[in-house]
């Protein structure tokens, strides 16, 4: 099992090489020039060359390339174009909120999700199943600024229960934050809570057919037991998988709802700095995406060998 | 003593079934029922067979006892289950869960499916002490060792601690007996619980139910399809057919002397034990069809993180078939005798060793070169249901491999629906889909798959084990008569004696990827000089029965 964790890290060192290649060449091969959008429209030709320089864009290709990886490996991100602030302090500040967003949204989408499509298996091809089936459909369609907005609309405006917008970390006040996040968080979970049900109830439709739920019944088990300690953790390994994805997806930036909701996160960061050319930071925010899914998926595969015996590495 | 005799008259009736009546549920009484009126009775301590083919109700009558008809496909419409006083129909689901395990239990036919796979099965033995009664962690844990030493499963520390995939089928099935038989139930309902096992364990299984059976008086209902196995176990048979009863006899009244045409049809297609006789006509001149070599197989593998040990699943296997005849390799589970199939395929690469099909060495070419030669030698596997494209016409699936060889389509196409015909299928099954036929005619048709290819070899791996005896005994003919019109030579691939016995010319017989014994089927048969061999045969239920007969073996002798 260490074993299998170790040769999995090292798995990972091929892929963020693979990656970094991949965004320098991408950034070098696109058209436009970086010491342009800097200088501005009124810069002239000396200027410009004084920029590229102080970029190290006068190098050759080869020589920028090893002396980005160079920085690379010592964990130096370089520095924000626009804000001059080192991009690993600038990611270091805005990473918290998202991933506090994304835990929150994922915890509610699990406890809102696995009873809705264990319910929903349970209650196979009655109201209750069609009801799941149908607010699944629904959260897949309906766009989550609309969601989004329609919340505000309900609980801050009309209702007057949560506040509109903004963000406090759940370190200085929890209260206040849990107040804040949860709508946003309800924002983004309705589409998991519809994924999640949707695979939740597949996987344990299928499990529910199998010989050892009858043994199960056959024993006297009651129907809760049945459902909750013998299918459901038979089911996981699927619901699982989407739950690690959904994960993944959420840290890697929730551009819409940070907006809609104005919380300061990464996903804002970056598209703040695809607006604005800010090269150092799409590079670190790409990279760090890529490592995020790698690590996610050892997360995934490891706990499968949690729940189900069968499988070691 | 042949069979059991002990009467029961006086024995209070444990389980008394009058006029159950199963239908499909939301359909009106103008279909034929599912089950219908069935009656009968079970007093304490006796054993109660109930025979039948797929589709004749069995599994229907044992599910609706324990309350546990699939929901929305199946209800009772009418009739009464009474255990003792207690009519299990009128019960609320809350009342029924409580007599299950308690005046109550079952054991399946899968014992590697039965059983959860993510829980340890100490703690699913346990489950049913803790559903039923409060008992403190010591008491509990004491009895399911008590129970798992009563079922004589060995280590009991270490196996209440183990998963299931880590225990061997024979286990397994030890293990649901101990669950089903923890609270000391009046009625045991066993549905093929020893079908998917080996011989040699069914007999162990078998003999621990008799002995559990005597020590707690427990009324056993039984079902099975294997008329051996009723020889052994049985105090009273009923014959189910289309689900009525047809026939209900004390055992040896039944085997002796059937009075329905359907129950002797059932006994005639019981395959004997004693091998065919030999065939006289000399095999055609030339080399074997088939000829294997000093073939190995090694599986396990080293990487960079694991290391695990090697295990030789077949070991310096040589055989040769001549054109026209018939190979078996007999054997257990773990035997080695699928992955000889397996290598001889080249589904799997063998180790070492050399295989010849219509004189060519196929052990070691590669797969590209191996295409060509792939139309000698064809596959049927065991299981009809899954082994055609459930999304392909038959024909589809008929014509796919001469395609492949670069037949065109018309004569493809026309060549399928001859072979239809000669596997005993109309013809325009080739349009239709393979859920449209039953087990035997899908197995017709998998058939009628391989000899499209006109191969030289045709390999059936359990090819007929899936099925009822008398489909099995259809099938056999067929692959008997394909094989004198088109002189093919079959490598018979199967755990049962009986059908070996039938369609074999040679044997041979496997255990742990050696072969034990190799000879002419009726010396191996008649006179086994290998150990293995002789307690394969002694396992046998019902070995010294002539079924299709209706008497003893070896009366014929005697007359």
């Not at chain 1, 200085?172 to 949860?182: C, E, H, N, V």
């Not at chain 2, 002490?129 to 008590?146: G, Q």
């Not at chain 2, 035997?335 to 000889?340: F, L, N, R």
């Amino acid at each position: 099992m260490l074993g299998y964790i170790l040769k999995r890290l090292l798995a990972v060192v091929p892929v963020i090489v693979f990656v970094a290649i991949f965004v320098f060449l991408l950034l070098r091969l696109t058209p436009g020039d970086p010491a342009a959008i800097i200088a501005g429209d009124a810069a002239t030709p000396a200027q410009l060359e004084k920029i590229r320089a102080s970029l190290g864009l006068s190098e050759p290709i080869l020589v920028q390339f090893a002396t980005w990886i160079g920085h690379l490996v010592r964990g130096d991100l370089g520095i924000s174009l626009i804000s001059n602030i080192p991009v690993t302090e600038l990611i270091g500040q805005r990473i918290w909120p998202t991933i506090n967003i994304a835990l929150l949204t994922i915890c509610l989408s699990v406890l809102i999700a696995v009873p809705m499509g264990v319910i929903a298996a349970w209650k196979h091809r009655t109201w209750a199943d069609y009801a799941v089936m149908t607010f699944s459909v629904l959260g897949f369609s309906v766009p989550v600024f609309v969601i989004g907005y329609i919340f505000i609309q309900v609980f801050s405006i009309q209702l007057r229960w949560l506040p509109v917008q903004g963000y406090t970390a759940p370190g200085d006040d929890f209260g206040k934050f849990l107040s804040r996040a949860i709508l946003p968080c309800l924002t983004l979970a309705t589409i998991y809570v519809a994924l999640i049900a949707r695979m939740t109830r597949a996987s344990m439709l299928e499990v529910l057919g199998e010989d050892f739920i009858r043994t199960a019944r056959a024993k006297g088990v009651g129907e809760t037991l049945v459902l909750f300690r013998h299918a459901l953790r038979n089911a996981a390994v699927p619901i699982l998988t989407i739950i690690g994805t959904g994960f993944a997806l959420l840290i890697s930036g929730v551009v819409v709802t940070e907006s809609v909701f104005n919380i300061p996160g990464i996903g804002r960061l970056t598209v703040d700095a695809i607006l604005a050319r800010d090269y150092p930071v799409i590079q670190a925010m790409i990279l760090l995406t890529s490592a995020i899914y790698v690590f996610i998926n050892l997360m995934i595969d490891v706990a499968y060998s949690l729940i189900d015996p069968r499988i070691r590495y | 003593m042949l069979f059991k005799t002990k009467s029961f008259d006086d024995a209070p009736v444990v389980l008394s079934i009058e006029d159950l009546t199963v239908r499909l549920s939301g359909v009106n009484d103008t279909v034929r029922p599912v089950l219908d009126r069935i009656s009968f009775q079970i007093r304490a301590g006796e054993t109660v067979c109930l025979v039948g083919e797929s589709g004749s109700g069995k599994s229907v009558t044992s599910l609706a006892t324990m309350g546990l008809l699939p929901k929305g496909a199946l209800e009772v419409s009418n009739g009464r289950i009474m255990l003792g006083e207690t009519n299990l129909l009128s019960l609320s689901a809350g009342q029924m869960r409580d007599m299950r395990a308690r005046n109550l239990s079952m054991v399946f036919q899968e014992p590697m499916t039965a059983l959860n796979p993510v829980m340890r099965v100490g703690a699913q033995i346990e489950e049913v002490l803790d559903t039923h009664m409060r008992l403190s962690k010591k008491e509990k844990k004491a009895r399911v060792l008590d129970i798992m030493e009563q079922v004589h499963l060995p280590d009991v520390e270490r196996i209440y601690r183990s998963f299931p995939h880590q225990l061997s089928g024979g286990q397994r099935q030890r293990i649901m007996i101990a669950m089903a038989l923890i609270l000391e139930p009046k009625l045991l309902i066993a549905d093929e619980p020893t079908t998917a096992l080996d011989v040699t364990t069914q007999r162990q299984i078998l003999s621990l139910i008799a002995e559990l059976q005597e020590k707690h008086g427990t009324a056993v209902l039984f079902i099975t399809h294997d008329m051996g196995v009723v020889a052994e176990i049985a105090d009273t048979v009923q014959v189910m057919k289309h689900g009525e009863l047809v026939e209900r006899a004390p055992v040896e009244t039944l085997l002796r002397n059937p009075q329905e045409d359907y129950t002797k049809s059932l006994l005639r297609a019981v395959p004997s034990l004693t091998p065919r006789p030999e065939r006289v006509s000399k095999p055609p001149k030339g080399g074997p069809a088939l000829s294997v070599e000093d073939l190995n197989k090694t599986y396990g593998s080293s990487g960079w993180f694991v290391n695990r040990s090697t295990t030789l699943a077949a070991r310096d296997v040589s055989f040769d078939i001549p054109a026209g005849r018939t190979l078996g390799i007999v054997g257990e589970s773990g035997s080695g005798k699928s992955t000889v199939a397996r290598c001889i395929m080249r589904l799997i690469d063998p180790t070492e060793g050399s295989v010849r099909v219509a004189g060519t060495e196929i052990a070691r070419l590669s797969r590209a070169d191996l295409r060509p030669h792939r139309k000698h030698i064809q596959i049927v596997f065991q299981d009809p249901f899954r082994s055609l494209n459930p999304r392909w016409t038959v024909g589809r699936s008929l014509v796919e491999g001469p395609l492949n060889l670069g037949q065109d389509k018309a004569s493809a196409m026309a060549r399928a629906r001859e072979l239809m015909a000669l596997v005993g299928l109309p013809e325009d099954a080739v349009d239709r889909y393979p859920h449209q036929f039953s087990g035997g005619q899908r197995q017709r048709i998998a058939i009628a798959r391989a000899i499209a290819m006109e191969p030289d070899v045709l390999v059936a791996d359990e090819a007929v084990s899936a099925l009822d005896v008398s489909v099995q005994a259809q099938v056999l003919d067929l692959l008997d008569e394909l094989q004198q019109k088109l002189g093919i030579a079959i490598l018979f691939i199967t755990h049962d004696l009986r059908v070996a016995a039938q369609i074999c010319d040679e044997v041979i017989v496997m255990q742990k990827g050696r072969v034990v014994e190799h000879g002419k089927a009726g010396a191996v048969l008649a006179d086994p000089q290998h150990p293995y061999t002789r307690s394969l045969i002694e396992a046998a239920p019902g070995r010294a029965w002539d079924f299709a007969n209706f008497r003893e073996l070896g009366a014929l002798a005697a007359q």
